[in-house]
């Protein structure tokens, strides 16, 4: 997991679900 990817996928409501950790990182 790329932490550009990481921003991109924290856009989609998926991303906290299959790593919470990028949620926390958006806020």
Same mark, same amino acid.
């Given at each position: /997991?790329?932490h &550009?990817? /990481?921003?991109? !996928? !924290? !856009?989609?409501?998926?991303c &906290? #679900?299959?790593l919470?950790?990028?949620? #926390?990182? !958006?806020?």
């Open positions: /997991m790329q &550009k990817e /990481m921003e991109t !996928s !924290s !856009s989609n409501p998926t &906290k #679900i299959l919470g950790t990028c949620h #926390i990182r !958006s806020t």
